[in-house]
């Protein structure tokens, strides 16, 4: 929290409670919450807060590289607060997005035909699958 914070003042952007509690939102939720999950955690604590400002934020955190969105940048982004490497596991039932970390992974070999598509910036391993949740609710 410090270090966002600090981030923010580099930037030249003022500290505003709303800002902090999204941004709270979205690194404690662990669950890579898209703009409208954001706004419905801001709400409980921050009733004023409009869906637009929670979008607007988002995408200023954005910006500033404080946050990163997983997929590509649509209207349904989902965000994620962990900017070190990692991959993840996701739900396809539930849609729950679980950060994991593999250094294997992290140096995975890049197949010489992606290299012909462009270049390659990071490498992400999605998992698909379904969360020991779900899979408890079927039994
Ligand atoms: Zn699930
Ligand atoms: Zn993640």
Redesign the pocket.
Same mark, same amino acid.
């Given at each position: 929290m410090n270090g966002f914070q600090e981030n923010l003042k580099d930037a030249g952007i003022k500290l505003t409670p709303q800002r902090l509690e999204i941004f709270r939102e979205v690194a404690q939720s662990g669950e890579h919450p898209d703009a409208e999950t954001v706004y419905n955690g801001v709400r409980k604590r921050l009733p004023t807060v409009s869906l637009d400002t929670v979008y607007r934020t988002l995408w200023l955190l954005l910006d500033l590289g404080l946050i990163t969105t997983i997929g590509p940048p649509r209207e349904r982004a989902r965000f994620d607060s962990n900017l070190k490497p990692h991959h993840h596991f996701v =739900?396809?039932? =539930?849609?729950?997005t679980a950060d994991f970390y593999s250094d294997e992974l992290d140096r995975l070999d890049i197949p010489d035909s992606v290299k012909e598509l462009g270049i390659v910036e990071k490498t992400h391993v999605e998992i698909r699958g379904? =969360?020991s949740? =779900?899979?408890k609710k079927k039994k």
């Open positions: =739900c396809s039932k =539930c849609g729950k379904i =969360c949740e =779900c899979a």
